[in-house]
């Protein structure tokens, strides 16, 4: 018991750091995409080994979009979820697959009420295609112009320390408990992918590095307490 404490607030320690910095550089919408992000994987997590854990699921895709609502690129990770109901999680099944998608459909049928009262009479729908395509063609890929010399720095620290705590053997490696190894394995995948996606999409990195702090941190709190939790 004294150990998952000790856990929790470690993983708390780096969310709210990353929080932090993402309040200092991007504002407070970097801060509520890392914290609804993190409660989407705590609650994809919850379904381990339950291939009817269909509410677990479903909350894991409504938070995912409520992230995405305030910045759509949080939708990246989606593949990523679906994938973790099959490894590590082998919770795979029609009902959780399909709860996820309701989940995550759920929050943009609750607003698009609203969206079209707002917008219906004034929205240009015929032109709605080319707008779309504008915007898909504004988005900039392996452009580091923009990117500064201490996002250059977080990443390499990040990165740094991440591989420090992966490359370490630890004892829940090989013989921990499954669902230790399990949770494990979800947030290094999430980190690796964040830092993909940071090269990828460099000037994302006000956002992108609030998330691979905030993966980090149950990564580095499961190395300090080794194998007894």
């Known amino acids: 018991m004294q150990n998952i404490l000790f856990y929790n607030k470690v993983s708390l320690l780096f969310l709210i750091g990353a929080m932090a910095y993402g309040v200092m550089t991007a504002g407070?919408?970097?801060?509520?995409?890392?914290?609804?992000?993190?409660?989407?994987?705590?609650?994809?997590?919850?379904?381990?080994?339950?291939?009817?854990?269909?509410?677990?699921?479903?909350?894991?895709?409504?938070?995912?979009?409520?992230?995405a609502m305030a910045w759509p690129y949080v939708l990246l990770f989606l593949p990523f979820l679906l994938f973790f109901l099959v490894k590590p999680l082998e919770a795979f099944s029609g009902r959780n697959v399909m709860a996820m998608l309701l989940g995550t459909l759920t929050p943009l049928w609750l607003y698009l009420p609203y969206w079209l009262y707002i917008h219906f009479q004034v929205m240009d729908w015929?032109?709605?295609?080319?707008?779309?395509m504008r915007i898909v063609k504004t988005v900039r890929y392996f452009?580091?112009?923009?990117?500064?010399?201490?996002?250059?720095?977080?990443?390499?620290?990040?990165?740094l320390f991440f591989l420090v705590l992966t490359v370490r053997r630890t004892p829940y490696c090989y013989?921990?408990?499954?669902?230790?190894?399990?949770?494990?394995?979800?947030?290094?995948?999430?980190?690796?992918?964040?830092?993909?996606?940071?090269?990828?999409?460099?000037?994302?990195?006000?956002?992108?590095?609030?998330?691979?702090?905030?993966?980090i941190g149950p990564v580095a709190a499961q190395v300090a307490i080794g194998d007894d939790r």
């Open 28 to 67: 407070i919408t970097a801060a509520v995409v890392t914290l609804v992000v993190s409660v989407s994987v705590i609650f994809l997590i919850k379904a381990f080994h339950n291939k009817k854990g269909v509410r677990h699921t479903f909350m894991a895709g409504v938070m995912l979009t409520l992230a």
């Open 126 to 132: 015929a032109g709605m295609p080319d707008s779309y």
């Open 143 to 159: 452009n580091y112009e923009d990117v500064t010399a201490l996002q250059i720095i977080i990443y390499g620290i990040l990165l």
């Open 175 to 215: 013989k921990g408990k499954l669902f230790v190894r399990s949770q494990r394995a979800i947030y290094i995948t999430l980190t690796w992918g964040s830092a993909a996606f940071l090269l990828v999409f460099p000037s994302f990195a006000d956002c992108f590095l609030p998330l691979m702090a905030a993966f």
